[in-house]
């Protein structure tokens, strides 16, 4: 009998013809914690998966996308970022437990979640948002790359990153500020090429701006991002 990875109650598994015969991925983690677990919904922002308010919208776009793309320095860096859930209280002290206390483990529940979306996305080439050596250290492990190791996916590191201070100890403002902190390494296997980043958290899409916009400049056709929270 398995255990859920995050609160670690015994699970029920109830094997059924249509999950034998189609594969379905078995579940990580329990009903409960799922529930916790808020999917995004509804109608969202084209560019950044953003549940759209009529007070906080213009057209099909949130207003912090309206703003990136009035910008001349940002316009069209990325394509479209994917976001899958709410970066509620509860998910947060889930990624704090996996990505800044090394639980490695719970990555393993979010996979068939990421597997799902990224049917819906179109790319030729996958990568992640690097770490500088400083952090990979003490980390031990970078978050996204071990999303891609479990989804059987062979990531490029098209990325080499600078290191700077965390950015959670950074406001908003500081955060879209921030100078190139990336550099692209061997650019000729992204010509004109359609390239997905897939990284843990989309907060002010700073980070996921500035490594597309040095991969278009690279020579990649177009940018897009999957992220598990925003």
Same mark, same amino acid.
């Given at each position: ?5 995050? =609160? ?16 379905? @991925?078995?579940?990580?983690? =329990? @009903?409960? =914690?799922?529930?916790?677990? @808020? ?11 953003? @549940? ?12 912090? =996308? ?119 390494? %061997? ?17 002010? %899409? ?12 690279? %020579? ?11």
């Amino acid at each position: 009998m398995r255990r859920c990875l995050f =609160c670690d109650e015994k699970m029920n598994e109830i094997l059924t013809w249509r999950s034998l015969l189609l594969k379905v @991925e078995a579940k990580m983690i =329990c @009903e409960n =914690c799922e529930s916790r677990l @808020e999917k995004i919904g509804g109608e969202t922002c084209q560019v950044c998966s953003r @549940e759209l308010e009529e007070e906080f919208r213009k057209g099909d776009r949130c207003l912090d =996308c309206v703003r990136w793309e009035k910008d001349e320095k940002w316009k069209g860096s990325i394509t479209k970022n994917v976001s899958i859930f709410h970066y509620n209280e509860y998910l947060k002290d889930i990624i704090a437990k996996y990505k800044y206390r090394g639980d490695y483990a719970l990555a393993e529940a979010f996979v068939p979640f990421l597997r799902e979306k990224m049917k819906e996305m179109d790319f030729e080439i996958i990568t992640v948002i690097p770490l500088s050596e400083e952090r990979l250290k003490e980390r031990g492990f970078n978050q996204a790359q071990a999303f891609t190791d479990l989804l059987g996916l062979e990531a490029m590191h098209l990325l080499t990153r600078v290191h700077t201070e965390k950015q959670s100890k950074k406001s908003r403002k500081e955060r879209i500020s921030l100078p190139q902190v990336f550099q692209v390494t %061997g650019t000729d296997v992204i010509q004109n090429k359609s390239i997905l980043i897939l990284d843990d958290i989309y907060t002010t %899409g700073s980070t996921l701006r500035q490594a597309a916009k040095i991969l278009k400049i690279a %020579g990649a056709r177009e940018v897009s991002s999957i992220t598990l929270a925003r």
